[in-house]
C-alpha cells in the first residue's frame, strides 16, 4: 500500500464546476498536508496547504482535512481551462525538526472542458 | 523575488557515464530536498540536506550520491548510469523561518535522458 493514495484520473468536468480532488493516506502520525499543481514537464507548484481538521479556503480552492478517516481533499470552484493539470498530495509525517521531506502521491490528473 | 535554481535544464548521457546536478536554493534557505519523478510517476524522495548535514533519505541508489556546501547550493552526482535514470530531477528548498507547516519551493528541473 502506497503511504499517499489519489485516484489517478483523469477527472474530467465542464468549465464552472466544482471540481474535487480526494487523497488518503496511512501513516497516523502524519500532521501536515499539501496540494501541489504540476503542469506536463513543470515543476510541482503549492497551492494549498492545511495541518487542522476542517476546512482551509483560499480563493476558489478549499482544502479539508478528516484526520480520524485519514483523507485531505481539494475543492476547485468555478473550474477554468487554467486548472487542467495533474494535482500532487502530499504529506509530511513528522514536524519535530520541520525538515522531514514530504511524501507525495501519483496525483489526479484533472481537465477542465471549456 | 529569486527562486530554486537549478542547472542544467536539460542533459542526455550515455550509459555508464556520470552526471551532476547543481541546485541553488531560494537566499536564507537552509534546506535541500532532492526528487526523481519518472515519467506519469509521482516525485519521489531521494535525499535531503540541513546546514550542510544529510537530514534524510529516501529511495537514492547508491550510485547516486549529494552534498551540500558551505554556500547552501546542492550538488547530485550519479554514476554508471542507467537507462532507468531518465527522469525530472527537482530541487526543493525550504526556510527555517517559516512555520513548520510550510511546503517548499521547487527548481524547475533538470531533465535528464540517458541513452
Known amino acids: 500500500q502506497k503511504e499517499v493514495e489519489q485516484n489517478s484520473g483523469p477527472l474530467s468536468v465542464p468549465e464552472g464546476a466544482i471540481a474535487s480532488l480526494n487523497c488518503t493516506y496511512s501513516d497516523r502520525g502524519s500532521q501536515s498536508f499539501f496540494w501541489y499543481r504540476q503542469y506536463s514537464g513543470k515543476s510541482p507548484e503549492l497551492i494549498m496547504f492545511?495541518?487542522?481538521?476542517g476546512d482551509k479556503e483560499d480563493g476558489r480552492f478549499t482544502a479539508q482535512l478528516n484526520k480520524a478517516s485519514q483523507y485531505v481533499s481539494l475543492l476547485i470552484r468555478d473550474s477554468q481551462p487554467s486548472d487542467s493539470a495533474t494535482y500532487l498530495c502530499?504529506?509530511?509525517?513528522?514536524?519535530?525538526?520541520?525538515?522531514?521531506?514530504?511524501?507525495f502521491g501519483s496525483g489526479t490528473r484533472l481537465q477542465v472542458q471549456p | 523575488a529569486a527562486g530554486v535554481i537549478q542547472s542544467p535544464r536539460h542533459l542526455i548521457k550515455e550509459k555508464r557515464e556520470t552526471a551532476t546536478l547543481k541546485c541553488y536554493p531560494i537566499p536564507r534557505h537552509d534546506t535541500v530536498y532532492w526528487y526523481q519523478q519518472g515519467p506519469g510517476q509521482d516525485p519521489q524522495f531521494l535525499i535531503s540536506f540541513y546546514e550542510k548535514m544529510q537530514s534524510d533519505k529516501g529511495s537514492i541508489p547508491d550510485r547516486f550520491s549529494a552534498q551540500q556546501f558551505s554556500d547552501y547550493h546542492s550538488e547530485l552526482n550519479m554514476s554508471s548510469l542507467e537507462l532507468g535514470d531518465s527522469a525530472l530531477y527537482f530541487c526543493?528548498?525550504?526556510?527555517?523561518?517559516?512555520?513548520?507547516?510550510?511546503?517548499?519551493?521547487f527548481g524547475s528541473g533538470t531533465r535528464l535522458t540517458v541513452v
Open positions: 526543493a528548498s525550504s526556510s527555517p523561518s517559516r512555520p513548520l507547516n510550510y511546503g517548499y519551493t
Open positions: 492545511i495541518y487542522s481538521n
Open positions: 502530499a504529506v509530511r509525517s513528522r514536524v519535530d525538526t520541520g525538515r522531514r521531506a514530504l511524501t
